[in-house]
């Protein structure tokens, strides 16, 4: 496949077993596009370094909540680690070099670094890809708590889970069992590029939102909605070939989809300009 160097080394950390994906590294990958002269390893290093500060700081008994309010102190009163609640919708939140540099970012970000540190801590946690906000929690003991790390770490119990749920969409929803199931690498990353998604297509910049689309089926090869997507990209681009093929894959996966007629509709357009 014919990529940048950047997407060459996504798509090789992604083909790995699940269990080998470097998060951290595949992250840093996605970020490489937008920032080309990123150093991988500089971040790398970094989320090292503040896992051997921690680890420096851990008391003697590790229990379980006494190590998650370790990470807390260290990362969110020592080096001050934040939410973006002024500008949530900046793509730099998206970026992990971008977090760790500006100490920054949104739910999923601010997630992905805890969950580097606890790895190298040997204190194992997952992401809990909750709709509309990302929770993180320990999968030590039979404990059923959740740590969110886009308001300083705040240790949540399920109730808490549901209430936030509710406090996001302004309205009660009930929080149903799989809104807390553990995410694999290839869904957390996915939910990363979803957000840069929506980001680039809320600004109208094709390029990147393509560049997104590509990664997310890099991940996810035969996802409907993404070639739909692209094709409606391509054809807003005039790349009739390409937007003509993207367009009969998705009415081939979804003959029934409510957006059927339309796109055959388009499928139409792209024909009679051949």
């Keep these: 496949m014919d ?27 996605l970020a490489q596009e937008e920032y080309p002269d ?3 390893e500089e971040y790398l290093n970094a989320l090292d370094m503040m896992a051997v ?11 379980p909540l006494r190590i998650i309010q370790t ?26 070099n971008q977090v760790i540099d500006r100490r920054l970012g949104i739910p999923i970000t601010l997630s992905l670094i805890y969950l580097e540190i606890t790895k190298r801590i040997d204190f194992p946690m997952v992401g809990v890809g909750m709709p509309g906000h990302f ?41 149903r069992p799989e809104f807390l199931q553990a995410v694999d690498a290839h869904h957390f990353l996915a939910r990363i590029l979803m957000n840069l998604k929506a980001i680039y297509i809320q600004r109208s910049d094709l390029r990147r939102t393509l560049a997104v689309i590509e990664r997310l089926l890099l991940l996810f090869p035969d996802a409907p909605m993404e070639q739909r997507d692209r094709g409606l990209l391509y054809y807003q681009m005039g790349r009739w070939t390409e937007a003509s093929q993207d367009l009969e894959n998705y009415l081939n ?22």
Excluded: W
Aim: charged share 30%.
């Design 135 to 175: 929770l993180i929690r320990p999968t030590v003991g039979d404990m059923q708590i959740f740590v969110d790390a886009f308001h300083q770490g705040e240790v949540m119990f399920t109730e808490d889970c549901q209430e936030r749920l509710s406090q996001i969409y302004g309205r009660p929803v009930d929080l």
């Design 38 to 40: 990123l150093d991988p």
């Design 3 to 29: 990529f940048p160097l950047a997407r060459q080394r996504f798509y090789q950390e992604i083909r790995q077993p699940e269990e080998q994906i470097n998060l951290a590294s595949a992250a840093l990958f």
């Design 53 to 63: 500060e921690v680890e420096e700081r851990l008391p003697v008994e590790r229990y």
């Design 253 to 274: 996966q979804m003959p029934s989809a409510e957006d059927a007629s339309a796109v055959r509709e388009l499928l139409r357009r792209i024909e009679s300009k051949d």
């Design 71 to 96: 990470v807390n102190q260290y990362l969110f009163e020592d080096l001050k680690f934040v939410g973006n609640t002024d500008n949530y919708y900046d793509p730099a939140n998206s970026y992990l």
